[in-house]
């Protein structure tokens, strides 16, 4: 759950490895999807998810738009807070740049316009959610101090 203060919001696409699509998505793409989405998968190490990047001063959140949970099954969604992660790195993309999180053994990607700035937004807040800053800038705030 999502308990920290609202910073940023953005269209964002989110890579995802683990997409289908629903049946009655498939049946009305009839058979040429199997094929594409396969050769995406393959070609782009899974599927590009569009949706919504959220960034909170403990977390940042991906949520799928409406059409996307319509028409695709799996989890589209994640929430990392930002003590998890361990590197955030911009690299450059078709059109927009990608960020990718690393947490872990995992690795999320997102990518949108405007995306090397906010890596750089989402590096400080890393660093500070990584070293307690935040959390002892809100105790000081609840302080009164």
Same mark, same amino acid.
């Given at each position: 759950?999502?308990?920290?203060?609202?910073?940023?919001?953005?269209?964002?696409?989110?890579?995802?490895?683990?997409?289908?699509?629903?049946?009655?998505? %498939?049946? @009305?793409?009839?058979? %040429?999807?199997? !094929?594409?989405?396969?050769?995406?998968?393959k070609r782009q190490?899974?599927?590009?998810?569009?949706?919504?990047?959220?960034?909170?001063?403990?977390?940042?959140?991906?949520?799928?738009?409406?059409?996307?949970?319509? &028409?695709?099954?799996?989890?589209?969604?994640? &929430?990392?807070?930002?003590?998890?992660?361990?590197?955030?790195?911009?690299?450059?993309?078709?059109?927009? !740049?990608?960020?990718?999180?690393?947490?872990?053994?995992?690795?999320?990607?997102? @990518?949108?316009?405007? %995306?090397? %700035?906010?890596?750089?937004?989402?590096?400080?807040? @890393?660093?500070? !959610?990584?070293? !307690?800053?935040?959390?002892?800038?809100?105790?000081?705030?609840?302080?009164?101090?």
């Amino acid at each position: 759950m999502v308990t920290g203060m609202l910073l940023e919001k953005k269209a964002a696409n989110a890579l995802f490895q683990e997409v289908g699509l629903t049946p009655r998505a %498939s049946a @009305r793409l009839q058979s %040429s999807a199997p !094929g594409v989405l396969g050769w995406l998968r393959k070609r782009q190490g899974g599927l590009w998810v569009g949706g919504t990047l959220t960034l909170f001063d403990d977390s940042v959140r991906f949520s799928p738009n409406d059409l996307n949970k319509l &028409i695709q099954t799996g989890d589209l969604s994640f &929430i990392l807070p930002w003590s998890a992660i361990s590197a955030v790195v911009w690299r450059p993309g078709i059109l927009t !740049g990608i960020v990718e999180l690393t947490h872990g053994e995992r690795v999320e990607a997102v @990518r949108c316009f405007g %995306s090397r %700035s906010l890596a750089g937004r989402m590096e400080t807040l @890393r660093q500070a !959610g990584s070293s !307690g800053l935040r959390f002892a800038a809100a105790e000081d705030d609840a302080e009164g101090v």
